[in-house]
């Protein structure tokens, strides 16, 4: 597994300021085997968000293959699926005290589901600029959290900038990712404050 899926970014360096606004609501997604689940039909062409929620939602209910999944009490570990219509999924662990580390999912939009425990996700209510900036200084008001416990899911849109992270000090979680298209790469940052910046892109073949 990738050390820096599961290790905190490095600390920003100090940035060029620019104001992140406006609106748009992973992952996180490694290598594996492949483990075919069964997806419903998707509507002609690609899926949509409310499939893909539908989707991790009925794996995430799916204890037999939920418990396919080895555990690592070292780091996370992971199951590739064949999502509805074309999309990927995974099913992850993640031991206590794990996390992803700020990143996005390279324009793909998605859906997870927790399966067991919890898991807290950090996110920003903002789009943020795809191309020509190292660091930028976010505005007020963008931070958005929420606790995904047992059988919560939810969608999100193809900006989407997160962090999850499994608080627990003795408890792993399990959760399903699904994203369309699949990952073409995926960004990641480190943040200080208000300050965000880009530190990496990861590419399919790191992992996988």
Do not use: C
């Amino acid at each position: 597994m990738s050390p820096s899926l599961d290790t905190p970014a490095p600390t920003a360096s100090a940035p060029t300021s620019v104001a992140a606004k406006a609106v748009a609501s992973q992952a996180v997604a490694p290598a594996a085997s492949v483990t075919p689940v069964a997806a419903a039909p998707a509507s002609a062409g690609v899926p949509t968000q409310a499939e893909l929620l539908d989707f991790v939602r009925r794996t995430a209910n799916d204890a037999a293959l939920v418990a396919t999944l080895p555990l690592d009490p070292e780091g996370r570990t992971w199951i590739r699926l064949d999502g509805p219509a074309g999309s990927e999924a995974w099913v992850i662990g993640w031991p206590p005290g794990t996390g992803t580390g700020w990143h996005d999912h390279g324009g793909s939009y998605g859906a997870f589901a927790t399966a067991e425990g919890a898991l807290q996700e950090d996110s920003l209510a903002a789009r943020l600029p795809t191309e020509g900036w190292k660091t930028l200084e976010l505005a007020e008001g963008v931070d958005r959290e929420r606790k995904l416990t047992k059988g919560t899911a939810r969608a999100f849109g193809s900006h989407h900038v997160h962090e999850v992270r499994n608080e627990s000090d003795s408890e792993h979680a399990v959760s399903v990712h699904a994203y369309y298209p699949p990952l073409p790469l995926m960004r990641r940052y480190s943040r200080t404050g208000a300050v965000l910046r880009l530190e990496q892109v990861e590419r399919p073949q790191e992992w996988q």
